[in-house]
């Protein structure tokens, strides 16, 4: 695991802020439908960027920039974080931090350390179908925690599911929901095909439009907000 990119200018997820970009390398999750499939299966085709030189970067874009979006891979993996987001709080500016939360212990962490503004949360698919996201066995229970500290914290949490088809279907929204029961915001967002990390997703036919409409009639009976990206 390691900084791998830097990324000079985004919206960020909430109104009117510009964020910069950076992104680590490595995953504890091998999603077929992934979107930076490199970062997670061929990191070392990507130099390793220094801290001191990420930090004069971001230091050079101060007045610019709001703030920063952390995501990967999967960025709680690597012990650079806490110190990353911590000078970049020192800085003044907001840190998002996008995750898996597979990692509560990190998560816990940095929010103890009021070191996070945002956090982005994957809710990928229903409890029980999370083994079909990687080689090895996944433990839900560290996914569910993290939703828990989230649940209880003031920083701003979107949860995010990615509707992929064969995935992500009528009865995972239902599962997932029961999940999110009382949260404040859950994104749906519709699955981008030619970006998937398995070439058999490449061929997958998106869900529907309507469909993805269907899902957030669901969804809306367990979250405050139900908001569509990507259609």
């Known amino acids: 695991m390691a900084i791998k990119g830097f990324q000079g200018t985004s919206l960020l997820d909430y109104p009117h802020k510009i964020a910069s970009l950076v ?16 970062l997670v299966l061929t990191p070392d085709q990507y130099p390793d960027l220094p801290l001191a030189d990420l930090l004069v970067m971001l230091d050079e874009r101060r007045g610019f920039i709001d703030g920063v979006v952390i995501s ?13 987001a911590a000078a970049i709080k020192q ?3 907001a840190v998002k931090l996008d995750t898996n939360g597979l990692r509560p212990d990190v998560l816990q962490q940095l929010l103890d350390d009021q070191l996070l503004d945002y956090v982005g949360l994957d809710v990928k698919t229903s409890v029980d179908r999370y083994g079909e996201l990687h080689h090895r066995p996944v433990s839900f229970q560290s996914l569910s925690e993290s939703i828990e500290l989230l649940m209880q914290s003031d ?25 999110l029961q009382g949260a404040p915001l859950w994104v749906l967002q519709q699955f981008v095909p030619q970006h998937a990390m398995v070439k058999e997703m490449q061929q997958l036919e998106p869900h529907s439009s ?9 969804a809306q009976e367990y979250v405050d907000e139900v908001q569509i990206r990507g259609l």
Not at 155 to 165: D, G, H, M, Q, W
Not at 173 to 178: P, S, V
């Open 210 to 218: 309507e469909r993805i409409r269907d899902f957030v009639k669901v």
């Open 23 to 38: 992104f680590f390398s490595g995953c504890n999750l091998s999603c077929g439908f992934c979107h930076n499939p490199a």
């Open 72 to 84: 990967g891979g999967e960025p709680t993996l690597d012990p650079l974080l806490p110190q990353l």
């Open 155 to 179: 920083v701003v949490a979107e949860f995010r599911t990615t509707c992929v088809p064969g995935l992500v279907e009528m009865r995972d929204i239902y599962e997932i929901g029961l999940c």
């Open 91 to 93: 800085m003044g500016l």
